[in-house]
């Protein structure tokens, strides 16, 4: 099955610095890498996600990059704000069809932590 | 707000105990998927429902079952229920019966069991 990791697992940093988490899988065939946010008591939240025909997506503040050779793309979040801390979830997927359906395998999650 | 609505929000029972989660998926959206989260495994896929039809299996115990009934809501029953099935269950809906499209999650049940 779908080995994924995230790396940190946990990232502090200060209000308007930028973060960046990385998420390495090792499916090949994995077409399709969003990134979800979860916030205290709440479920998972798509944030963003790109697809493998296109190598970086951009929307505000955040984005996210794609190297489908070295299989792993990255979350980028810039000046950050203390309503950015949260868990931040990688979930990349096999293109439609086949045996693995519609599941998610998620990295393990990286604690995001803004000081204001 | 995702659309996607789970009850309860929040359950206590005893070890031994069946209890049933249930989820409403978004407004237009053909599949359920069920999710366990725990401290020790994070987030893990559970089952998949696409209009009625179980479509994919992942790590769901045999003490725990789910259906999806003809208006799409899906209920997830657990039985024999033991300590570590504590956790954070999660419910998802998306359009595609065959994945590869977005997943919208609802707020969640957490289940304590004691």
């Known amino acids: 099955g779908e080995n994924v990791e995230q790396h940190p697992s946990t990232l502090s940093v200060q209000e308007g610095d930028s973060a960046v988490i990385k998420c390495t899988y090792s499916d090949s065939a994995s077409n399709y890498f969003p990134w979800y946010k979860q916030e205290l008591g709440k479920g998972p939240q798509l944030i963003i996600d790109i697809r493998s025909n296109v190598g970086e997506k951009k929307d505000q503040r955040i984005a996210v990059t794609l190297n489908k050779t070295a299989k792993h793309f990255s979350l980028h979040i810039t000046e950050t704000q203390p309503e950015d801390s949260a868990v931040y979830f990688c979930?990349?997927?096999?293109?439609?069809?086949?045996?693995?359906?519609?599941?998610?395998?998620f990295g393990q999650g990286t604690i995001l932590t803004v000081h204001p | 707000d995702s659309g996607v609505t789970q009850t309860p929000k929040h359950l206590i029972t005893a070890t031994g105990q069946r209890v049933t989660l249930r989820c409403s998926p978004r407004s237009g959206d053909l599949s359920v998927y069920w999710y366990q989260q725990s401290l020790d495994q994070g987030l893990q896929f559970l089952i998949q429902?696409?209009?009625?039809?179980?479509?994919a299996k992942g790590n769901i115990l045999e003490r725990f079952s789910a259906q999806q009934f003809p208006d799409l809501h899906s209920e997830l029953n657990l039985s024999s229920l033991e300590l570590g099935d504590s956790a954070l269950y999660f419910c998802?809906?998306?359009?595609?019966?065959?994945?590869?499209?977005?997943?919208?999650f609802g707020p969640g049940t957490r289940l304590t069991v004691l």
């Open positions: 429902y696409y209009n009625g039809e179980e479509r």
């Open positions: 998802a809906s998306s359009v595609s019966p065959q994945g590869g499209d977005t997943q919208y």
């Open positions: 979930a990349p997927q096999r293109p439609a069809g086949g045996t693995s359906y519609g599941k998610l395998t």
